[in-house]
């Protein structure tokens, strides 16, 4: 499905913020990402659509590489990547039914997205979306009146709208209660269990990654230290992960 | 048809028909109003014409060049106008805004009476001010400036009163409940904490009263709006195209000099 | 409250990474620089202030026959060369200026913030759109308008174009200023979905500026309508400053003029009558 092949990126040209980091991600799986704070699971997940350029390695999406798609391949390519942020990133001022549309307007033209023109069978499908969600009530809220949990309950059916393969999640729960934590992470185990969509998820509560993940792979200053079935995430092996970095300078900007 | 589905699609009509609405209103707005103003809408495709004319009329020739000195020195003047006025301005409205916002008033009436004050000096338009200022003051730079300060005068006691106004009252009370006294509380309390936003509205009031100063100099017969009046009429082009380029580098450096400070205040 | 244009474009530097110099004694920067611009704010005000008054001049009478004409002004205004019915044509006229220009300007404004905002544009064209606008920005209405009346004859079309020319420039800055304060996220978001740049202007940006455009269009307005009565009265353009000219400066009529100052006041008033509804339907 998505295999990473010797990724490696650094921001300023000097500090490396990946260093030859390799794994896969299978389908019907929820693969999570763990590591302290800094380690680097952001820079991973932006890699894999590209919305961080100029790395090195590959990134093989259905044997595709990723890094090799001109602009308009690229967009494409992206069309059929779901991805869900801590910060929800909803379009505020518009309704829950409106941002749920949106997911659908990659594979449409610019005419279409200008006059929000979509046809019945995508308005139908959004409406099942926020169904799926739980949110069938909701749809012509404005976004910004939301609670966080029905916030990150519409960015995942912004995703499903796209008809992805996979969903990327970056910290998909920092920012929820308790009770939304568990709504959020159901919904995203039910979509690779039932749906057959890989999930990829970062993390940093090893509680919840033990709870709900197939797969672990752990970050440590932007290397891979761990890459295994949850069953083999041991304590000592989650004390490896989050270990204090041997890099000085680096750990001192991760603390801050 | 499924209900939800036709409830999406009366949705988006809604939208689309609001959207529609307004569109058709300003559009016959636009009509209506060039119509009413004999304006005709394809002189816009001409606007490449007043350029050209511009690039070709306007550019300082040998001649021009014996206009520079009489040109810089009342572009300097005029400066020194603008700044003196928005100085001028900013004090007075300094002490009205104090007295007159509501969270630091003595009493509302007052705050109420400032405040009409400032609006109706404010929206006086400039020629009026120009022009009675010229009956009384004759042509030279006091009318001008009285001109200038006047406006000034109005738009920042109304932006000063709003700027302490955000500011709080509970800083102030703050302040009050540690027992320090009307003016401590002033000067310790309020003012370096909103100095910022000031100094930002007198920056900028003195960017725009350089561009307004040669307003009213062309109005009131002074400065270097009357220089660039005396050149454009006499048909003295080149003279006048080294006015505007003067104008332009005295704005954007105003503009340069404004920026830095703001930069150096955030 | 009109904010100062330049003071929502302070550039701020977001710190990327490791900061390496400490901002020393912050506070004191700021300090310092205040000092030093009321300083030298007060020595050029203090040097300029006595040579402004002119050798021989009756500062008494002149300030006597000030006040004499703005009590002729406010207190017994009247009409004696024109017809009430006329003035209000001028002061329509004006009006009509003023939103013409402005329906304009923030049209054209639009796509050139569009061309001028960081989140969407590159770099070159950035820097290219923002300084051409500064220039604009920097000649003043009237010149603009007082040079396209040698092109277009003088009459309506010079005095929309040169007010038009200035209003662009200005909402143009506004208005990629307040995309520049949108933030990224939801423009990279919809970059991750695949979307398309016109798609993206229109869910992303659109939806998020709508407010602040309504707000700064509106201020401009005002801004334009001040304009209209100015370039009427400089240039010669018509409307109510030109009637206001003629009243002042050529019959000396300071009653006349006092009713026209009275219908533009009662204009500005209807003015902030409605940017304060304005102000409160978009606070909720
Ligand atoms: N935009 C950026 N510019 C420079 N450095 C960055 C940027 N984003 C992240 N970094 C650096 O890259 C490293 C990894 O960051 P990130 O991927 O965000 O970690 P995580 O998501 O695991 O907390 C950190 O050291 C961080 O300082
Ligand atoms: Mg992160």
């Known amino acids: 499905m998505l295999t990473v092949n010797h990724l490696a990126k650094s921001y300023d040209g000097e500090k490396k913020s990946l260093t030859d980091v390799s794994f896969s991600v299978r389908s019907g799986e929820v693969t999570v990402i763990i590591g302290p704070s800094g380690a680097g699971k952001t820079t991973i997940l932006r890699s894999i659509n590209q919305l961080i350029r100029d790395d090195e390695g590959e990134i093989l999406f259905d044997q595709i590489d990723m890094r090799q798609l001109n602009r308009v391949q690229l967009r494409r390519a992206r069309s059929h990547i779901g991805m869900i942020f801590q910060s ?56 910004r009146n939301l609670s966080g949990g029905q916030k990150q309950r519409v960015g995942i059916a912004r995703a499903l709208m796209q008809h ?31 749906d057959g969509i890989s999930v990829l998820i970062n993390l940093h509560q090893v509680d919840i990654a033990r709870e709900y993940a197939d797969h672990v792979i752990g970050i440590n200053n932007g290397q891979v230290v761990f890459d295994d079935r949850t069953q083999a995430l041991s304590d000592a092996a989650i004390t490896g992960i989050y270990r204090k ?12 | 048809m499924n209900p939800n589905l036709q409830q999406v699609n009366h949705f988006f009509n809604k939208k689309r028909f609001r959207l529609s609405l307004i569109l058709v209103i300003l559009g016959l707005a636009y009509a209506g109003a060039s119509l009413g103003l004999g304006f005709q809408t394809h002189s816009l495709l001409n606007i490449q014409d007043g350029i050209a004319w511009l690039i070709q009329n306007f550019i300082p020739n040998e001649a021009s060049k014996g206009y520079w000195h009489e040109i810089s020195q009342q572009l300097f003047r005029t400066f020194l106008v603008a700044v003196a006025a928005t100085t001028c301005a900013a004090v007075g409205a300094l002490f009205l805004a104090i007295i007159g916002a509501k969270t630091l008033t003595a009493a509302i009436t007052v705050s109420w009476v400032i405040r009409g004050f400032s609006s109706l000096l404010r929206n006086i338009p400039i020629v009026a001010w120009a022009m009675i200022l010229l009956f009384s003051f004759k042509q030279n730079d006091l009318t001008g400036f009285l001109a200038l300060f006047f406006m000034t005068l109005g738009f920042l006691t109304r932006a000063f009163m709003e700027t302490i106004e955000d500011f709080g009252t509970e800083k102030i009370q703050a302040l009050q409940a540690t027992g320090a006294t009307y003016l401590q ?14 100094m930002s509205w007198i920056l900028y009031m003195i960017e725009n009263n350089v561009r307004d100063a040669t307003l009213v100099g062309l109005l009131t017969g002074t400065g270097i709006g009357f220089i660039f009046n005396l050149y454009f009429k006499s048909l003295r082009y080149g003279a006048a195209g080294l006015v505007v380029l003067s104008v332009i580098l005295l704005v954007v450096t105003v503009e340069l000099i404004s920026n830095l400070i703001g930069r150096l205040l955030s | 409250m009109i904010k100062p244009e330049n003071q929502i474009s302070l550039p701020t530097q977001v710190p990327t990474g490791p900061r390496l110099t400490i901002p020393l004694r912050f506070r004191d920067r700021r300090r310092i620089t205040i000092m030093l611009t009321l300083l030298v704010l007060a020595y050029i005000t203090l040097i300029t202030l006595p040579t402004m008054i002119p050798s021989h001049f009756k500062l008494g009478a002149a300030l006597m026959s000030f006040t004499e004409n703005i009590k002729i002004m406010f207190l017994q205004p009247h009409l004696t060369n024109t017809t009430f019915l006329t003035l209000l044509g001028a002061l329509g006229q004006s009006i009509l200026l003023a939103f013409l220009t402005t329906l304009l300007g923030s049209v054209l404004a639009f796509f050139f913030a569009l061309a001028s905002t960081r989140r969407l544009a590159p770099t070159p064209l950035v820097l290219g759109i923002q300084s051409l606008m500064a220039v604009i920005r920097a000649i003043p209405t009237v010149l603009w308008v007082l040079i396209y009346s040698v092109v277009f004859g003088l009459g309506a079309d010079a005095a929309v174009v040169g007010i038009t020319f200035h209003s662009v420039a200005y909402l143009t800055k506004v208005y990629a200023d307040s995309m520049d304060e949108l933030s990224p996220d939801s423009i990279e978001t919809m970059q991750a979905m695949g979307l398309k740049k016109g798609t993206i202007i229109r869910q992303a940006v659109i939806p998020y500026l709508v407010s602040s455009y309504f707000s700064w269009t509106f201020i401009r307005f005002e801004i334009n309508f001040a304009d209209a009565i100015a370039v009427g009265a400089a240039a010669g353009a018509g409307g109510i400053g030109y009637q206001l000219f003629m009243s002042s400066s050529f019959y000396f009529n300071f009653h006349e003029v006092g009713v026209m100052v009275y219908m533009i006041l009662a204009f500005a008033l209807v003015l902030e009558i409605i940017s304060y509804r304005l102000r409160s339907v978009t606070n909720q």
């Open chain 1, 88 to 143: 929800y990133n909803l379009i505020e001022p518009l309704t829950a039914i409106e941002n749920v549309l949106h997911g659908c307007l990659g594979t449409k033209s610019n005419f279409a997205g200008i006059f929000s023109i979509y046809n019945n069978r995508e308005k139908e499908e959004a409406l099942k979306l926020l169904q799926k969600v739980g949110l069938e009530e909701f749809a012509y809220q404005q976004c």
């Open chain 1, 245 to 256: 970095n041997a890099n000085l300078e680096g750990s001192l900007v991760h603390e801050s």
């Open chain 2, 185 to 198: 509380v002033i000067f310790q309390g309020l003012l370096p904490e909103i100095a910022v936003a000031l």
């Open chain 1, 164 to 194: 992805p393969k996979i969903i990327l999640c970056d910290e998909p729960i920092a920012s929820l209660d308790p009770k939304s934590t568990i709504t959020v992470m159901d919904i995203l185990r039910g979509l690779a269990v039932n």
